[in-house]
């Protein structure tokens, strides 16, 4: 059982903004500043999105973005594209399972 | 162009053994954390092992400490896993990935498919 808990589903439509949660404890998400985002899309490997709460490796858009308050960290997706559908999941450096158990976003 | 490709994947029995590999390329191998993360039917991601860059240290999930090993050989660019005693809960997609610093996994390969069923 992952000790990242995340929403199993968010949805919004074309040009909405979601956020998905990520809440862990003050030993992993409250501390340090270790969080990441992974985007999966069915049958593919995972991608990292977000690093360090709120960092963006080269090449993922702007829309993508991290945050974090306390425990709980969270990934906003602005502006939504059909191609946005995706598997997502939290990770977090000393975490129990490193991962969350991924939130499905459905774009409507 | 970073790469990392697995291979060792397969059908095998319950209590068999099978040895994953996977090759990397495009960054300095001998100077990154790797980490194995698995993925069965259907779930999210599970963190299975890592090891650091001299292979000096080593750490396991708790339900594959005393059956899988994690290795690497830097000369060759290479991760291992090898897996004994497999059970059908370790069916999965094993995925090779490079830490690229506490947990965060920057590059990952295409996976290999592990079937453990009679």
């Known amino acids: 059982q992952s000790a990242l808990t995340q929403p199993r589903s968010v949805s919004g439509s074309p040009g909405q903004s979601v956020t998905i949660s990520c809440t862990g404890t003050?030993?992993?998400?409250?501390?340090?500043?270790?969080v990441s985002w992974y985007q999966q899309h069915p049958g593919k490997a995972p991608k990292l999105i977000i690093y360090?709460?709120?960092e963006r490796p080269s090449g993922v858009p702007d829309r993508f973005s991290g945050s974090k308050s306390g425990n709980t960290a969270s990934l906003t997706v602005s502006g939504l594209q059909a191609e946005d559908e995706a598997d997502y999941y939290c990770c977090s450096y000393a975490a129990r399972g490193a991962f969350g158990g991924g939130t499905k976003l459905t774009v409507l | 162009e970073v790469q990392l490709v697995e291979s060792g994947g397969g059908l095998v029995q319950p209590g068999g053994s099978l040895r994953l590999s996977c090759v990397a390329s495009g960054f300095t191998f001998s100077n990154s954390w790797m980490t194995w993360v698995r993925q069965a039917p259907g779930k999210g991601l599970e963190w299975v092992a890592n090891?650091?860059?001299?292979?000096?240290?080593?750490n396991y999930l708790d339900s594959v400490e005393v059956r899988f090993t994690i290795s690497r050989d830097n000369a060759k660019n290479s991760l291992y896993l090898q897996m004994n005693s497999l059970r059908a809960e370790d069916s999965a997609v094993y995925y090779c990935t490079r830490d690229r610093v506490c947990n965060t996994f920057d590059y990952w390969g295409q996976g290999t498919l592990v079937t453990v069923s009679s």
């Open positions: 360090d709460v709120s």
């Open positions: 003050s030993s992993d998400v409250g501390y340090y500043n270790y």
């Open positions: 090891i650091k860059e001299d292979g000096s240290v080593k």
